[in-house]
């Protein structure tokens, strides 16, 4: 792991706490960028917003049976996301993570 990694690991890793955990993240990179901070910030604002947009069509749907797979799928990308900022590594989430580097390419 180099220095980068090893600095911006902390930020890397709170901006996987759902909803508030991306504005931590962001003002603690605000002042000195760092690149592996900024890459965790992008998929962790891009796990809150879809979480919040499934969660804002499925709740009109009040099942279980409908809920559950949004609830599963938002978790085992949330897993991924946050054990590879542990482990220090730059890899996007699957499905939505090359997408969320693209749309949000001006956060940093």
């Known amino acids: ?3 980068t990694t090893e600095t ?11 909803g508030i955990g991306v504005f931590i993240a962001m003002s603690m990179n605000s002042e000195d960028k760092n ?3 900024s890459f965790h910030i992008r ?15 499925i709740s009109n749907f009040d099942s279980l049976m409908i809920s559950a797979p949004m609830w599963i799928f938002v978790l085992v990308l949330w897993s ?16 939505l993570g ?5 749309w949000l390419s001006n956060i940093s």
Do not use: C, D, H, R
């Not at 911006?8 to 706490?17: Q, V």
């Not at 991924?80 to 499905?95: H, R």
């Open 8 to 18: 911006g690991k902390t930020a890397a890793i709170t901006s996987y706490i759902l």
């Open 98 to 102: 090359t997408y969320f580097q693209k």
């Open 35 to 37: 690149a592996f901070a």
């Open 80 to 95: 991924y996301g946050i054990t590879s900022a542990i482990k220090g590594e730059t890899k996007p989430v699957p499905l």
């Open 43 to 57: 998929q962790g604002l891009g796990l809150t917003l879809t979480f919040i947009s499934l969660g804002l069509i």
């Open 1 to 3: 792991m180099n220095n």
